[in-house]
């Protein structure tokens, strides 16, 4: 009969309280995996809130400003950019495409975004992912809107509904422009990114609205929405616009040209870099959530540690038995720091199974409600090296109980006290 | 001389940082397969005397030889080793393993010591040396494989016996193993435990607070409370 052996008979002798340790062990090592794997998880679709485009341009101001405003909708523009510089750099050679941003009205507190079809053919998130459609189509009329699906779901619109789109962005009746209704034709898949949240219609569109309205107030001229159409619709101002460039590798030549653009005071930034960078400021959430789940994890360990102390009293009996057939005090502790390694290796692996089971059942949920997609990750280094830390750690602190057990089978010898 | 089996000359030990010696034997010489009797009552010093002849204790002063060997100059695994090569123990009670079945119980002995293994060997397997050992001792073979707490006490001392004896260890020590029995249980006990120590030529030593006991020893010495040895009696 090998230590081991014994180990497991003695292990399985006291087996309700041990699997009551794995399992308190398991739910923390769960809980400091799953923060490292959601945290992974969400900075990756964060950071692919928007990709594949190499530049985003608006008037001068700082680069998380112009992201806020111009990607996550957040607070507004200091200015607009004139179409004229739009097209013109639209029209460079090294420039593959451009989408215009037109934003400041809203809907029932979703913002209204003014942009064209390319749009839906440009944006990507997440892994180089299209916008796609769920239902309808992309609009393709003055008055026709696209809804991102957060905002579908939550006010419970279908394609043919009409909407009214409010002036600024606070609904406020006195500013709605409620004689120019727009048709719902098309209802966006979830993406997990701002998208979700926004009314999406064509710069024409936010052109006709505001034919009849000066410097934010409507002016006396009373248009009705045919009328509208026979005006100009083209922009004299959007908000901001993407850029995709020809050369990829030549982003920073483009961006620089772009900040020193002499018709007016712009600038470019690369959406992945500031993504990264703004992610970096609000990190600090994460750090405080993975030492919560270590805080966890050491009332984890420390449960184990009095669970062996506890049963150490009852088996005092056995170690003064397996004394005297002959095993050293160093056997005992062996035997209790190997009792130990079972239970966190055991607690471990029921750790990551349940993980994983949550993960299989909680993934599509989250991807519903959130449309973040949790994959199956295979454990990565760091979470080898926590599932590590956990059992070295363990390992170590075992040796308290064991350190207690040597010196009393030392004092005991082979009297049994009960 | 070489037949001794244990040998104590001077022997004290004094607890560090007590007043006085809880052991004092002057001279105790036990030949190989001889009977010895330690009355005593609590806190005369028995356990630490079965603590010093287990090897699990070192004399203060004097030297404890067991089998020739002076186990005061053996480092604590040397001693550990021949505790669990020479020397079978029974306690007063709680003797066994409780995750182990009754057979397992008794094998345990030999995953502690080559020696023991290769001796129960001798004569077929170690499982069929231990069930011979069990059934001797009226254990019969429906009970080798069950858990020791569907066993009686009586039924568990002898379990701890042949525990004790499996590998013909030189040395078997006995710590008030019938004091948790009735006076017939006592009785057929001691008749197995001295019919399997003879069987084996071991030498016994048999710790006991009762009196009655000692009328079947070869020789007896009492332990006096706090104090050494008093006067052997033969």
């Given at each position: 009969m090998t230590l081991l052996r014994i180990a497991l008979k003695s292990a399985r002798f006291r087996k309700t309280s041990l699997i009551l340790t794995i399992v308190s062990i398991a739910i923390s090592v769960t809980l400091l995996l799953g923060v490292d794997v959601v945290r992974k998880e969400a900075k990756s679709s964060f950071v692919n809130t928007i990709s594949q485009t190499d530049l985003i341009v608006g008037a001068r101001s700082g680069p998380t400003n112009l992201l806020l405003y111009s990607v996550f909708h957040i607070g507004s523009a200091t200015n607009n950019v004139t179409w004229e510089s739009y097209e013109t750099i639209a029209e460079r050679d090294d420039v593959a495409w451009t989408v215009p941003i037109s934003l400041g009205d809203s809907h029932r507190g979703f913002r209204v975004m003014g942009t064209t079809e390319d749009y839906f053919e440009f944006y990507r998130h997440g892994n180089k992912e299209r916008l796609s459609i769920k239902s309808g189509t992309v609009f393709a009329e003055v008055y026709d809107a696209v809804l991102g699906a957060e905002v579908a779901s939550s006010l419970g619109y279908n394609v043919g509904d009409e909407l009214i789109i409010s002036h600024g962005l606070v609904s406020a009746d006195f500013a709605a422009h409620d004689d120019k209704p727009f048709t719902i034709v098309g209802v966006l898949e979830r993406t997990g990114t701002p998208v979700d949240r926004a009314v999406h219609v064509s710069l024409a569109g936010i052109e006709a609205i505001h034919v009849d309205w000066q410097s934010g107030n409507r002016s006396g001229l009373q248009l009705d929405a045919e009328q509208a159409l026979q005006f100009d619709l083209t922009p004299t101002s959007i908000t901001a616009f993407m850029v995709g460039l020809e050369n990829p590798a030549l982003t920073f030549r483009t961006q620089r040209d772009i900040n020193d653009y002499s018709g007016e005071p712009l600038s470019a930034i690369t959406p992945g870099s500031t993504l990264a960078e703004f992610w970096r400021t609000i990190s600090t959430i994460e750090q405080v959530l993975f030492v919560m789940s270590g805080f966890v994890l050491i009332a984890g360990l420390l449960g184990m540690v009095t669970t062996i102390l506890s049963t150490l009293n009852e088996r005092r009996r056995e170690i003064a038995v397996l004394r005297a057939i002959g095993a050293r005090p160093t056997t005992i502790v062996l035997l209790i720091a190997l009792e130990t390694l079972l239970i966190v290796v055991a607690g471990c692996l029921a750790g990551v199974a349940l993980l994983y089971g949550l993960l299989a059942i909680g993934g599509p949920f989250v991807a519903d409600r959130v449309g973040v997609d949790i994959l199956l990750p295979w454990l990565d280094s760091t979470q080898g090296l926590i599932l590590g830390a956990v059992i070295v750690g363990a390992t170590l602190v075992s040796l308290v109980p064991g350190f207690i057990a040597y010196r009393r089978s030392i004092q005991d010898g082979l009297a049994v006290r009960v | 001389m070489t037949d001794a089996v244990i040998e104590l000359d001077q022997v004290t030990f004094r607890w560090p940082?007590?007043?006085?010696?809880t052991v004092a034997i002057d001279e105790l010489h036990l030949k190989s397969g001889e009977h010895l009797f330690v009355r005593g009552a609590s806190g005369s010093g028995k356990t630490t005397l079965l603590n010093l002849l287990a090897g699990i204790h070192t004399p203060t002063t004097g030297e404890v030889r067991l089998l020739g060997t002076n186990i005061g100059a053996l480092s604590p695994s040397r001693r550990d080793r021949f505790r669990a090569d020479r020397i079978g123990v029974v306690f007063q009670q709680f003797n066994l393993l409780p995750y182990l079945s009754v057979i397992e119980n008794v094998l345990v002995s030999c995953s502690f010591s080559n020696r023991k293994r290769d001796r129960a060997t001798s004569a077929g397997t170690v499982e069929e040396t231990a069930r011979h050992l069990l059934r001797s001792l009226r254990l019969s073979d429906d009970l080798h494989k069950a858990p020791v707490a569907k066993l009686s006490v009586g039924q568990q001392q002898r379990v701890a016996v042949a525990r004790a004896l499996i590998g013909g260890p030189e040395i078997i020590i006995a710590d008030e193993p019938t004091s948790a029995l009735d006076a017939d249980n006592r009785n057929r006990f001691l008749d197995l435990l001295f019919q399997e120590v003879a069987a084996q030529g071991s030498t016994l030593i048999f710790v006991s607070h009762d009196p009655q006991l000692a009328e079947r020893f070869d020789r007896v010495i009492e332990l006096a409370e706090h104090d050494g040895q008093r006067e052997p009696a033969t």
């Open positions: - | 940082g007590h007043a006085a010696d």
